[in-house]
């Protein structure tokens, strides 16, 4: 029996997604807090620009339980449920000026860790009780 052909290689993660309960309130924090650019703004969906390299989706619960059907075809239903988590790259020489904009921004820094390869992360919680985390480069092996 031979072994399946490997997979094409992928390029990286292109977007990931929260599930919000409010997407004005989502909006203020991701934008003006942490300074997200706005892709895409509707009743149901925030699609936020991440550093020019990937998107992060904002559903407001509820809305993306059914399949919708688009003029390209049908997107399947999702949706999550509870506290999810999500890690940004940001720069090591960046770190403490993160922890400045934080404490003026009113966003409380829940922990600090340092990573035994060097990296060094900072999480805090949205306005949904997300798990946010700014990390430096040092995390994995492959950042």
Known sequence: MTEPAAPPPMKRLLETALYVADLETSRR???????????????????????????????????????????????????AHGRQHIAFAIDSQRLDAWRVHLAGA????????????????????????HSVELVTPGLWATY
């Open 29 to 79: 924090f991701y934008v003006q807090q942490l300074g997200a650019g706005v892709l895409l703004d509707t009743e149901r969906l925030l699609a936020l620009d991440i550093g020019g390299a990937s998107v992060l989706l904002l559903f407001a619960h509820g809305t993306t339980e059914h399949a919708l059907p688009t003029p390209g075809g049908l997107v399947p239903g999702h949706g």
């Open 106 to 129: 009113g966003i409380a820094i829940e922990s600090e860790v340092e990573w035994p390869r060097g990296g060094r992360s900072l999480y805090m919680r949205d306005p949904d009780g």
